[in-house]
């Protein structure tokens, strides 16, 4: 009997109280409550009577009086059309309200296509027109161009490959810029910099000259230290100095060896031969020298030359064209891209639209020296600790900081027009610190440790933010501490079943945080995750009895919207984008702080459905609905919902919210490809140049 299944005990279930008494309460109240006595009046009267309660027997007349009839935001009664009223008072044409939040669609609908076509034109490309938006031009200058995108170095390195280094470029700062013929052949007149080697023959030292060294450093994008490379150019334009100097040096070695051994020779036909002998070592050796510099420095190819294809010819010339494309063709491109990328973050991406903005300006923790000494340090910031410039700004390394100038996580720290650190501006729950508490660069505005960040990084940083920027635009994602557009279609929409709280649009804008008591108008759902689980051991005596509350916030399919945020005399209102803390994080971290952006949102998306809704909710019959809402669409640059063909990006807004099959047959539509597959693969294919 031990071995045998034991029959299960029924458990007594517990009885469930019944919800009817609740939603006979909930339909009492739905009657009665004031703010929807006058909707059941309306409808009543409309039934009997056969008016119309539609704005279209208004149109023709002014905008205000056009939208305050059925888009009143302030309270869901609507007395100002029903008949008792319309016999008391004279119809409220000039509701601001409304006309606030009509204007604010218009605005923010504007909004969403202008940051939609400058994100674009500085990312994507046209397919009709072929055209290409920056970023992707900048990539195609970063892989042409290489290493060289500095000016301030390739401008001084492709010049010494044509007449290697002079006294002056030990002397002169600025950038040489592109010579006349004139100019070329002064300079190849100054006095050139050399090192000199020294050789043993026979016990007699002897010196002869190569080219100096210099030291060239190219910033590498993605790495943290540069690459830092010696050269030693000969300088083509200097072929006939160093064959007169080679030649001289051979000739001394040939004359004291004839000094030294032959003349000591008493046997007179040895002698001759000696003599013959060391002529013959001359002349090949001054004629190879010749020949040598005359092929990899300048190209020529001379007749009968032993070396042949072994030697590239004309290296130093090759190599300063080389370097001369690269990077001072490309800069040009480079630095309108650039101008762009600051353009961008300066204008559209503020500190009036962001929380958290970013000036892309940057700490060189060690500045180098430049031209022939553009490999040397010249200063380095952590000799500063402790310093404070005139203004007052000082300049310290904070304990968690992992070096002077670079944060936690070893990235440069950002600093604005005055060199003040960006980080110190904000505390960590994004409130605004006192200017007293910013750390200031040695030097200010014009420190030498301030640079720019590296422009593809720039331009990909500033990719990202047209993204997130969009997006809370028009659906108000990152604004955590705001109401949504759900929260008005309950409250206008009352369920007496207790699906959701008996609610008007004036109730929302009183809600509390449970926690805080801040008031915030969001909503919180208790969600019970704290039931007792079955042979897991887990108990609520353990853990608590409250339930967890579910703060309800903004998503793409439930966009913000707070009517509580209109301002009476106002066209529009003034948000915010929470941004990122660091300029290098990727858009996720604009979730991870967004809880710091508690103000109220309207996004386009909201003002949108908010409208949709209200007016199939009211008006009656459904072809004037149709008409309505296309009305509206058409005289505010259209109604954002749903999603859009490829063409209307950054364009316009779909204008009839019954346009959606013809969209939707629009967007799948399959594009014709420009060129076939083996024509795509010849367009990519790596050639060698």
Request: charged letters at 30%; glycine letters at 8%.
């Amino acid at each position: 009997m031990a071995d045998q299944e034991q029959p299960s005990v029924q458990q007594p279930q517990p009885r469930q109280a019944s919800k009817w008494p609740q939603r006979w309460a909930n339909i009492i109240k739905h009657k009665f409550k004031r703010s929807r006595f006058g909707r059941w009046i309306d409808i009543n009267i409309q039934e009997g009577t056969g008016i119309p309660l539609r704005y279209t027997k208004y149109r023709g007349e002014a905008a205000g009086a056009l939208q305050a009839v059925r888009l009143d935001i302030g309270k869901v009664a609507r007395e100002e059309i029903s008949l008792w009223q319309r016999l008391r008072h004279p119809l409220k044409r000039h509701d601001t309200r409304v006309e606030n939040l009509i204007k604010l669609l218009q605005r923010r609908v504007e909004a969403v296509n202008s940051i939609e076509k400058s994100w674009d034109v500085f990312q994507r490309w046209d397919p009709d027109k072929d055209q290409r938006g920056y970023v992707e031009e900048l990539n195609d200058i970063y892989a042409k161009a290489g290493i060289f995108l500095d000016p301030s170095r390739t401008n001084w390195e492709y010049p010494l490959y044509e007449r290697g280094i002079t006294q002056k470029d030990l002397e002169i700062e600025q950038d040489i810029e592109e010579e006349t013929e004139e100019e070329r052949m002064r300079r190849l007149q100054d006095p050139f910099v050399f090192d000199k080697l020294s050789i043993n023959i026979a016990g007699q030292a002897y010196e002869y000259i190569v080219p100096a060294k210099c030291k060239m450093r190219y910033p590498i994008p993605g790495m943290s230290r540069e690459w830092i490379v010696e050269i030693s150019p000969f300088g083509y334009g200097r072929q006939a100095d160093y064959a007169l100097r080679y030649t001289a040096t051979i000739n001394k070695i040939c004359d004291d060896f004839i000094a030294r051994v032959v003349d000591l020779e008493a046997d007179e036909t040895i002698k001759k031969n000696m003599i013959g002998h060391v002529k013959s070592i001359r002349g090949a050796y001054i004629s190879y020298i010749g020949i040598i510099l005359s092929e990899y420095c300048g190209g020529e190819k001379i007749k009968g030359s032993h070396f042949g294809d072994e030697l590239t010819t004309g290296y130093e010339g090759r190599a300063r064209s080389f370097v001369r494309n690269r990077g001072v063709v490309m800069s040009q491109a480079f630095d309108k891209i650039a101008d762009m990328s600051r353009t961008q973050s300066q204008e559209v991406f503020s500190p009036e639209k962001m929380v958290y903005y970013h000036s892309y300006k940057i700490i060189q923790p060690i500045v180098y020296g430049k031209r022939y000494f553009n490999a040397e340090i010249k200063d380095e910031l952590r000799k500063y600790d402790g310093y404070t410039n005139p203004g007052g700004g000082k300049w310290y390394k904070k304990p968690d900081e992992l070096d002077h100038g670079l944060d936690k996580y070893g990235y440069p720290l950002e600093v604005d027009e005055d060199g003040y650190v960006m980080m110190d501006k904000w505390d960590e729950k994004g409130n605004p610190t006192k200017s007293s508490t910013w750390r200031q660069l040695p030097g200010g505005a014009e420190s030498q440790f301030k640079v720019w960040v590296d422009t593809l990084e720039m331009a990909n940083y500033i990719t990202n933010m047209h993204d997130t920027y969009r997006d809370d635009l028009r659906d108000g994602r990152f604004h955590t501490g705001t109401s949504t557009i759900m929260d008005y279609v309950e409250a206008n929409n009352a369920s007496i079943w207790n699906l959701w709280h008996m609610e008007n649009e004036n109730d929302i804008a009183y809600r509390k945080d449970p926690v805080t008591g801040r008031v915030t108008g969001q909503k919180y759902v208790p969600v019970d995750l704290l039931r007792e689980i079955p042979g897991a051991g887990l108990k609520k005596s353990d853990i608590g009895t409250y339930p967890y509350l579910y703060k309800v916030g903004p998503t793409d399919k439930n966009p913000a919207f707070d009517l509580g945020w209109v301002k009476r005399k106002e066209t529009s209102v003034d948000w915010k984008h929470v941004g990122r803390r660091y300029y290098y994080e990727v858009p996720d971290h604009s979730f991870a702080i967004s809880g710091q952006n508690q103000e109220p949102h309207i996004s386009s998306r909201g003002i949108s459905m908010y409208i949709i809704e209200k007016l199939m909710r009211e008006i009656r019959p459904w072809n004037e609905v149709m008409e309505e809402l296309d009305t509206i669409g058409a005289e505010q640059g259209g109604l954002d919902y749903g999603v859009r063909p490829w063409d209307m990006w950054g364009k316009k807004m779909p204008e009839s919210v019954f346009q959606w099959q013809s969209m939707l047959t629009q967007i799948n539509e399959i594009i014709k490809p420009k060129k076939t597959a083996q024509g795509y693969a010849q367009l990519f294919a790596i050639r060698e140049h």
